[in-house]
């Protein structure tokens, strides 16, 4: 039975993003880590640079989490802010005790670049029940639920009763699984709590490797994105993406139709952050009445944008650039865009 892909207009706001957040430090030499003498700060974790992004591409975008009683902590909200992120609920952790989830990068060359991660104890699985506001959730088109804060409770907890709030309320839930190992203590509890997740959502936006994990107990061995999406578009799900890196992404919709998103044209400089920034560039498109076949072509230009950055969220396009990359690309001139000189440089932020 089809499930048409739309959003309740008589929402007053675009998205709701609901998850992790973190800082990322970004070396500023291309060398091993033991060899680095100097990093940049930004805001990273996957569900708040989605919120990022969707807010540069003019979505009235809001951030529900929680956040270290601390000056890392006090960065990330006033990042947000200064984006045009909404934080009005954005919680503190009460007792001050708990950290900021970070990220170290290591770059040893253009193109190449790792992680370090510290996420131990880390101050946003402690969003609660009580931070989730119902009459606020009602307000959005979409929320969109981080897998990554259903490792453990009381951020579980709070995950599910804000997808049984939107459901309640009419709006539409997306699914990003977040994979992030640490924090799971078993691949079948990912999977199962996965799952319970992906039968709530109405879109799913997933790489394949976490679909392969979302399908460990349900569907073990299976390969084929066409089967793994029609899984859910049999549950609740009207539209299900598949991310393949390099290779695009491949979308389907419970009326059975299949897109391909294309691979845009970058000039690699860290191959981090694609993904939050396809993500929220095409959840924006979608809210806003876009196509599907070209809220793909955007989102996958997004992506080469920010991989051509030097950081994630700072590297996010905003809607005017974005534009000009398409304009470029449609006329055939992307190799000699102008935009190139500013992306190196960071100055279209």
Known sequence: MFKQLNFDPS?????????????????????????????????GGSPANTAVQAAKMGLDTAFIGKISRDPLGA????????????????????????????AIAEQPERGRISYFFYRQDPADLYLDMKDIDKAFISQFKALLISGASLCRSPAREAVLLAMEYAQASGVRIIFDPD???????????????????AKYADIIIST?????????????????????????????????????????????????????????????????????????????????????????????????????????????????????????WISGRIESWDGWKSIEKGEQI
């Open 75 to 102: 960065y990330v909200k006033y990042y947000l802010n200064s984006v045009g992120v909404d934080t009005s609920h954005l919680t503190m952790e009460e007792s001050g005790e708990k950290r900021q989830s970070l």
């Open 208 to 328: 394949r490797e976490e679909f392969d994990i979302l399908e460990s107990l349900t569907h073990p061995g299976n390969d084929d994105d066409r089967l793994s999406a029609e899984a859910y578009l049999n549950h609740r799900a009207s539209l299900v993406c598949i991310k393949h890196g390099e290779n695009g992404a491949n979308v389907f919709t419970s009326d059975g139709r299949q897109f391909h998103g294309p691979v845009m044209p970058a000039r690699v400089y860290k191959t981090l952050g694609a993904g939050d920034s396809f993500c929220g560039t095409f959840i924006a498109k979608l809210i806003n009445g876009h196509p599907i076949d070209e809220a793909l072509k955007y989102a996958a230009a997004a992506a080469s944008i920010t991989i051509s950055g030097k950081s994630c969220s700072d590297s996010m396009p905003d809607l005017v650039l974005l534009d000009s990359y398409m304009q470029a």
């Open 179 to 197: 994979y992030r190992k640490d924090g799971w203590n078993s691949l079948e509890e990912t999977s199962l709590y996965y799952h319970q997740a």
């Open 11 to 43: 929402k007053s706001r675009g998205l709701a993003a609901l998850g992790r957040s973190g800082v990322d430090l970004y070396p500023q030499q291309f060398a091993p880590m033991e060899k680095v003498i100097s990093f940049t700060k930004h805001v």
